[in-house]
Each structure stands twice: as C-alpha cells, then as structure tokens.
C-alpha cells in the first residue's frame, strides 16, 4: 500500500511537505493485543492503519474498561497525536486488536505540517470530529440504552466487521468493550439464547441475525453504530427530512436492514 | 467589548480577513431560558459569549437531559457552526442559562476563514479538543463515579461558578444537568443535610464547601471539572509528575483546596 495513494488529502500538500513526509515516514507493526499508545506515556504521531484493527479505550482507576471507538483499515488515529493538541485533555489507550500494520507520520513534523497548511489542519478538524461523534454516540447509548440493546448492538457490529455470525469472543472482552461486568454479559447472552437470538457454544457465539435485528412492538430495537452514522449523515445532507422517514427507508419488505453497503452508496 | 480585542487569534488573521469579520460580525441578545442553538435545526455559526452564561446539552427520545458542557464570558461556541463540519455528527442543544451577549461570524464566513487560514483552523481544532475534554471528563464521571460524588461536583461547580454558597436551583434542574431523575437528586441532597454538608429551605441550598470537600478515609472525595482541567494541565506540561502529587499539592495545611484563582496562574 502507498501512504500517497490513501492518505485522504496528500493532492492538497505542496510539493516540499509531499517530500518532508516521504523523508520521515515510518511504518510499524503490532501484534494483537500490543498497546500502541498510552495515554500520556508516549507520543506516536498521526497513524494510518495499512492493516489490521485498532481499539482505543479509557480505564477506570480500578482497572474496568470501556471501549470508545475501533479504527480500522485505512482510517487514521489521531488521539496517538494529542501530545502535539495543547487542547486535548484526556488520556485514550490504543490496543492492535488483530496483527496491525501502521504508517505514522512523526509528531513533530505532524505539528508543523497542521500550522503551515490548512487543508493539513482542517483534515485534522474532520478527523476529531469523526472521534467525537463516535464517543457522543456512545454517550447517548450509555445515558439513554439499556444494558440488552446495547449487547445487541455490539454483537451486530461484530458480526459486521467479521463478517461471520459465529463470533470468537468471550464474555469478558465484551464487557470491556461496553464498560459493565462480565457477570451482566453472561446473564444477557442467556437471556438472548432463550429468546433463540444466539447459540452459544464454548468460545463462540453464534447470531441469528434476523431474529436479533426484529423491530419489538413495532419500534426499531437497535440501531448499530455503522446505521447511526449513515442515518445522521444522511439527516445533515438533507435527503431524509425525519428520523422516521430514514427508519422507515432502512427496512426492505422482507423486514430486515438492507445492507450496508447499499446504504454507504447513498451517503457517499 | 470589542471583538477583536478577545478573540484570541484576531492577530494571525490578514487585514482582508479582519475586514471581513468586521464587516460581518453579528451581535445577538438572548434572555434566560432562550434556545440558542437547535440540533441540526439551525446553523447559527460561531459564537463568542460577550457577557452571560451559555449551556450545552443532549435530549433523549423520552425528553430526558444531560448537561455535556457549559461557556462563560470569553469562550467560543463551536458546535452552533457544527453545519459547516460534515464530521460532527451529533446534535447539541444551546440554551442561554442567563441573559447573554453574543458575538456571531456567520457560517459561511467561519467556513472560508478555516479553508483559507491554518491559523483558523488550527483554533478551531483547540476549540473541538476542549469541548471534546469536556464530554470525556463526563464520560468518566458517569461510569465511574457514583451519584453522590456527581451531585457533590456539581454543587461545588456552582458555587464557584456563582461566586456564592447560596444556590438558588431547583432539583429538578440539577437533574437535568447530571441525566438522572429528580427523585434521585431529592434523596442525594436529603442524606447530605444529614451529614450537614448542605442545608435546605425552599428554592435555595446552602453549602457547607470545607464539609462537602473533606477527604473521606484518606481519598480525596471528589474533584470538579475545573480542578480536574487543571490537574490535567499540569500532568501534560510536565510540572507534575503523578496525580497524587498534586493531589496532595492541592490541599492546603487546613486540609481543604486552594483557590482556584491561585492555581490558574501555575497553569496560565
């Protein structure tokens, strides 16, 4: 892969910063489960994921995790920069969750690249927003969600970035990911088998993805993170005038969400 | 108040784009109690409160509230421009929490300034990370803290922010502040009034600050927003070296805090 050929605005660097990033250019490699930043322990720069996974994550001071955004193939870690944001003022730790392969554009020459260019800082701009959105949405999952719809949920996207429905994953890292025990988890995956919505088996859960994603009392049960986002990209261009009008629009008349990447086609 | 004597990048900005603003600038007046800024509803564009205070919150489908952020004389409102940041993609709700003055650059204008000038862009950048530290900081707190220590925080945020140990605010609205129900907020400050940390009477509560501030077996109770901004401040400049050393640099000899005041200056 060329950083020149995925790096979203290179066309609108000059020449000398085209060359500047080409001189310094690094790329790196994680294996799974290898922290990748540490809050304020370290200063990686801006990284692009040529492969693999990323998750970044807080940590409460008794340990517990929550997980607050996935990066993955060809997006582009901006919190691994924050030393150079005098601005930002938390602390994320980034983990490879699968054998990741990164470019990282040092921190220095990131800085400088921000304060002389403004498509550089803007793309930054953009970038923390994606972020922010992302930890907004599970703000309002947290504040506003019950604990099942937000398994369900996390289970869907699962689903969706493995494409598979027989998920290798245990209890314990969903609660991480969702910031609850490992006692809650197990409690609603039993819950979901009764309802025959998984199966599970040792070390693997297995989702029925129809039954999962049925609308309840005739109101939409969940909504994904992948679906919110196309949905309240799909508000801001004005194309769908209400809420309703999208969810009803999500659904085909078989009843179930059409794909995602139908909908992408819409929003790009 | 002039314009350009507090905005804080008025000097990196050329004298056309000066001009510009200068031509354009808006003022606008809101009482109390006003909505400012409406979700996707409305593209208000920057905004820099003059005098007043300003609040940010979200809505649940159900109508339930949760104050994310609040802005006071001098800050600078980015979200009400979010129409002009396709990547912010969540809607805020701005109300005036007292009668306020605003200077506005329309949207349009504050989106040609950012594509034209770094300087700009890199200002709003700072602007999004703070407002983003915000929201992280309330992350933690919702997650990790309980209730008592939350409604605790609050109540010192208010007397700083009012100058005053006499709050006059109603249960219902702190409630709405923190996202929880009244009747939770009710039975917090009645067991509060037992430990004689607060004394209530009709509409008013009354804090007893060295009380509800005291170190509880050793551990620091609780930690406001603006001591909690402050300690990162000084963890990311390199001046502390572990929170619990300013933990303890911020307590004084008789055991309570500082003044805020003072330890602004450390950090300004």
Known sequence: MEFSAVFPIWNKLTPQQQTDIRARLLTRKARVGEIIHNGNLDCAGLMLVASGQLRAHILSPEGREITI????????????????????????????????????????????????????????????????????????????????????????????????????????????????????????????QAEGMVQLTRGTIEIDQTKMQVKKDGELLLLTLTEYKILVALIKRGTVVTRDMLLEALWDEGGKFVDDNTLSVHVS
């Open 69 to 192: 955004y996935r990066l993955f193939e060809r997006d582009i870690c901006l919190l691994s920069a924050s030393c150079v944001m005098n601005s930002i003022q938390f602390e994320v730790i980034i983990t490879a969750e699968k054998d990741t392969e990164l470019f990282v554009i040092p921190p220095d020459l990131f800085r400088r690249l921000m304060d002389e260019s403004a498509p550089m800082a803007n793309f930054a701009n953009e970038l923390m927003a994606s972020r922010f959105s992302e930890v907004m949405w599970l703000m309002e999952q947290i504040m506003w969600k019950s604990m099942d719809k937000r398994v369900a949920a996390f289970l869907l996207e699962e689903v969706s970035i493995e494409g598979t429905n027989q998920l290798k994953i245990t209890h314990e890292s969903i609660a991480n990911h969702l910031g609850t025990a490992r006692e809650v988890v197990t409690r609603m995956l039993r819950y979901f």
